[in-house]
């Protein structure tokens, strides 16, 4: 499959960061974010992305099952429930961000086509690794943070709100130590929604 330009800049390769975009097909490495597509909301379009998502709650095990569900498939329905609406950036970023980042995102990741479903692991990645932080955490950039999260978050650190919970994780094979790794899952507004490495806002 090709994949479309305006996609690929989510896959990085290194020994320390790595990015591997929804449907990007890359080697592996350390914490670092991930992405995938389509569709605006109509109140038919909410009502299905509320239910693509009423078996994830907004705590620890409902973070833990969305990331299984979706490093086992990926479904275009599910994908799509998380893309962010005006209000979660509001929600997340201090005003001044809050907008670039809406801008960022439905340009460079949400507004590119859609993509057929595909497991966000690879194959043999069966195992997955979570770490969480609040914004709170972030801001400080405790030393939880600097171990679980990519380094760019420091750039953006002071650009968070308090109040909310940032997740990171990967899927492994069994005994190894880098695999598929993302970023950037936020429970918000009643929703879970997916907005990874956010520093890279700052260089549109």
Aim: glycine share 10%; hydrophobic share 35%; charged share 20%.
């Amino acid at each position: 499959m090709r994949i479309p330009s305006s996609w690929r800049w989510w896959c990085l390769s290194g020994a320390s960061v790595l990015g591997i975009a929804f449907l990007v097909s890359c080697s592996a490495a350390g914490k670092d974010g991930d992405a995938d597509s389509s569709g605006k909301g109509s109140p038919s379009a909410s009502r299905s992305s509320s239910d693509a998502q009423d078996p994830y709650p907004g705590d620890d095990k409902g973070a833990r099952a969305l990331m299984e569900t979706l490093g086992e498939d990926g479904g275009t329905g599910l994908v799509r429930s998380l893309r962010p609406t005006a209000a979660d950036y509001r929600a997340l970023f201090q005003p001044d961000f809050a907008g670039q980042a809406e801008a960022f995102y439905e340009d460079s990741l949400w507004g590119t086509s859609p993509q057929p479903p595909r497991p966000w692991a690879r194959y043999g990645q069966t195992e997955l690794r979570m770490w969480k932080a609040t914004t709170d955490e972030i801001r400080a950039w405790t030393p939880v943070v600097r171990s679980n999260f990519p380094g760019g978050y420091a750039q953006v650190k002071d650009r968070f709100r308090a109040g909310l919970t940032v997740y990171t994780w990967d899927y492994t094979k069994p005994g190894a130590e880098r695999g598929m790794a993302y970023n950037g899952l936020v429970y918000v507004n009643g929703h879970w929604a997916f907005i990874p490495k956010p520093w890279y806002v700052l260089r549109k």
